[in-house]
């Protein structure tokens, strides 16, 4: 089931870069480095088109984390033994590569379970800082990761949310900034790239106007870190948030990436071990930043080995994944035009996205057409994919969505496109 | 058709999709009425029956789902004019036992018609609740006409 490895460069998509190795032509970047990818679904080549979910990981991160049980595991920052010891160096030299990888100190960076977790715990942390009437910005295309806490946040403290509203194009109406965004305004909360449609937000932009107006900015970029070059201080932002395994690491991971100042800022949400300095009967005091919002046993095993997952973006170097990744994204955008019937959302041209398309087919119910790929070995995600109200938006209630790794090719999206073909001939289209 | 597909998408299905019945509005007021709403899918549903005498007379079933739940809703409107309440709802119970069945057998008393071939679903268990939302939806309309409405939405998700 393995497939042709040269694949010819169809018409009209500009290849990725030359120098690219196995890349010529948009072959699968370190593909056979997958194992997941060898498995057959339904007797066919899985054909793994959800990396927006979750992406698939390389052999070297699955090794590490077991590595970690067979030869590692203790608990961190408590024993004595060796074992403690080498636990805790895989712990803290995992925060130090996710510092290394977007260029902040290791002290910056609190290790969490997820974007969720991360998002969590900046909106519970800033609760004690906030008061009645203070205002937070975010946008109409958030995940509701960072949605929810921020509506919690806001019944509980007397807040008001408002969104900068999206565009017919899919992209935010940045002329009404200046209305949204006022004196009042404590927090921006937004995406770096929208998990539906794509849009790469201009964050600094954005976060410049904010903090000229004392506003915190908050930046998820569960969709970007990992698939377009990003490093913390270009955005501009105060918190950055991601998730290991939407980043080619794995699952129970995440980060919280903060500005000094602002991590300063946070009242830590969650209590208990590890996160103290000094306890007694009556008060405790609170560890040191990032230690103090790490309470409890953290996943040790996937923090050691998420160094992996960043190594192999890093060979195969940030610029060539995300080139990678904006041509299969033109590929798909061009086909999926072609094929005729299909609202397709977000921006036209790939440059100005990350490597996601979602459509939807009048003719076929986006569960009925995940289903009848799913029967090809082609893995979609349909669904509102956790935005509601930017579906409401969009005037559908689910959307078919197919999304890219380093390991897809062209013939991922040809298998797409055929697959689409049949369920359309399914329903007498 | 392959991986099963022709399972879950019988002819039948497919053709109650394309032409769902009940899809007119009920010529008067309705007797009873309920909406049907499972928020992870997005699947929606009106239903609304008439009923005279002893028996429901017709059902108006407005869904916007995927061919599943369509075709489900449309052979509701199929079955039930003609019944009685409690018959309506034996037939519900008795589907919704049949997903959960390994055989996914329906008694032939009750006379089940295209709902045989809707239990082929239960094959895939994801799709369960697509083919049951308008049958729970249906025990929800009859209970609001008893007067033990619950107010909300039917469900078919957890
Ligand atoms: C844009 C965005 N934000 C946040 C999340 C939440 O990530 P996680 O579920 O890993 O916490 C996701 C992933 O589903 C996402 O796509």
Known sequence: MKRAKSLAAPAGVKPCDGQAGDCTHCGPVFGERFPLLERTVNGRRLVYLDSAATTQKPGAVIAAEARYYRLHNA???????????????????????????????????VVTRGATSALNLVAGGLAPT????????????????????????????????????????????????PELLNGRTRVVALTHVSNVL????????????????????????????????????????????????????PMGLGFLAGRAEALERLHPV??????????????????????????????????AAFPAALDTIDE??????????????????????????LTIYGPRDAARRGGLVAFHDPMVHPHDMAQLLDSLGVAVRAGHHCAQPLHRRLGVVATSRASFGMYNAHDDIDALIDGIGYARSVFGA | MNGGMDELYREVILDHHRRPRGQQPLPGPADARAEGKNPSCGDELLLELACAGEAITAAHVACHGCAIATASGSILAELVPGRTPEQARALAEAFREAMHSP???LPDSLDPGDLEVLTGVRKFPARVKCALLPWITLLSALEARDGKAAGLPATTEA
Not at chain 1, 140 to 158: D, F, I, K, Q, Y
């Open chain 1, 270 to 303: 969650e209590t208990g071990g590890e996160m103290i300095e000094t306890v007694t009967m009556e008060s405790a005091t609170w560890a040191a930043i990032p230690q103090r919002f790490e309470a409890g046993t953290p996943n040790v095993a996937a923090a």
């Open chain 1, 198 to 249: 794509g849009t790469i937000n201009p964050v600094a932009e954005i976060a410049a106007l904010a903090r000229r107006r004392g506003a915190l900015v908050v930046v998820d970029a569960a969709q970007s870190v990992g698939h377009l070059p990003l490093a913390f201080d270009d955005l501009d932002c105060d918190f950055l948030v991601f998730s290991a395994h939407k980043t080619y690491g």
């Open chain 1, 316 to 341: 195969a170097t940030i610029e060539r994944l995300r080139q990678h990744e904006i041509s299969l994204t033109a590929y798909a955008l061009e086909r999926l035009q072609a094929k005729g019937g």
């Open chain 1, 75 to 109: 608990n961190v920052h408590r024993g004595m033994h060796t074992l403690g010891v080498e636990a805790t160096d895989l712990y803290e030299g995992c925060r130090a590569r996710v510092g290394r990888f977007l260029g902040l100190p290791a002290e910056q960076v």
């Open chain 2, 103 to 105: 055989d996914g057998a």
């Open chain 1, 130 to 177: 906030l008061k009645p009437g203070d205002e937070i910005l975010i946008t109409e295309m958030e995940h509701h990761a960072n949605l929810v806490p921020w509506l919690e946040l806001a019944r509980r403290e007397g807040l008001v949310v408002r969104h900068i509203p999206v565009t017919d194009g899919g992209e935010l109406e940045l002329a009404r900034l």
